[in-house]
């Protein structure tokens, strides 16, 4: 399988695909209950069919390493309750680890503009991962909260504004901001500015093309 599950950094991701394919296939009851096995010869001849089916689409779906952890598991319930127990709570406590990292992301001195908002883009990606959606807003708040002391100008004028800033539009001050002072101060480099306006504009492609992706799903 394409998507299988490595471990507890893919396992939210893993466990909705997974679901679609068994409901596809007419085996998601197999996952959620142990299926007694009929009494009827020809109704017991099916339920082994799909039993079977379930199992190998299971054990297809998960990389060598985990295969140990569902060795021995006669049923797919039984195997489907192994991986549960297994890397729920681990993805639990992975979603509330890097919770706390967002939250607790600073701007370092020596940190360009882009190399801090990175960390943000980094770990929302990383909750991302984990089934965790992290609004522009939120990260917008953040990234003004971890801001060094020199920023608190730029901090009351965006926190007094009746709409606070869009995520892209944050970044996009940042950087032009940095640029300017830099210059101002005599501490920029042409190197080093033109690698902010391509990172600042690398951010905004991603960002469109998100945008006309979600678009053009919509439309479907």
């Keep these: 399988m394409e998507y299988a599950l490595e471990g507890s950094s893919n396992y939210i991701a893993w466990k909705d695909r997974m679901e679609v394919v068994l409901d596809d296939n007419?085996?998601?009851d197999f996952i959620e209950a142990d299926v007694p096995k009929p009494t009827d010869a020809t109704q017991?001849?099916?339920?082994?069919?799909?039993?079977?089916?379930?199992?190998?689409?299971?054990?297809?779906?998960?990389?060598d390493h985990i295969v140990s952890s569902v060795h021995g598991k006669i049923s797919p319930y039984l195997m489907w309750k192994a991986l549960t127990d297994l890397f729920q709570r681990k993805s639990n406590q992975r979603k509330l680890t890097l919770k706390d990292k967002l939250?607790?992301?600073?701007?370092?001195?020596?940190?360009?503009?882009?190399?801090?908002?990175?960390?943000?883009?980094?770990?929302?990606?990383?909750?991302?991962s984990v089934g965790v959606t992290v609004d522009d807003e939120d990260l917008v708040s953040l990234a003004l909260l971890g801001?060094?002391?020199?920023?608190?100008?730029?901090?009351?004028?965006?926190?007094?504004?009746?709409?606070?800033?869009?995520?892209?539009?944050?970044?996009?001050?940042?950087?032009?901001?940095e640029i300017m002072r830099n210059t101002r101060d005599?501490?920029?480099?042409?190197?080093?500015?033109?690698?902010?306006?391509?990172?600042?504009?690398?951010?905004k492609k991603v960002k469109s093309k998100k945008a006309s992706q979600s678009g053009a799903k919509g439309k479907k």
């Design 26 to 28: 007419g085996l998601k």
């Design 103 to 128: 939250r607790n992301i600073k701007c370092e001195k020596g940190d360009s503009m882009p190399k801090y908002l990175t960390k943000f883009t980094q770990c929302r990606d990383e909750l991302g």
């Design 44 to 63: 017991a001849n099916a339920w082994q069919k799909k039993t079977s089916k379930c199992r190998k689409i299971l054990l297809e779906g998960v990389k």
């Design 147 to 177: 801001l060094l002391k020199s920023w608190n100008s730029y901090q009351d004028f965006v926190n007094g504004r009746e709409k606070l800033l869009g995520w892209e539009r944050l970044w996009s001050d940042l950087v032009q901001k």
């Design 186 to 203: 005599g501490s920029s480099s042409k190197g080093t500015d033109e690698e902010n306006c391509t990172l600042a504009a690398k951010a």
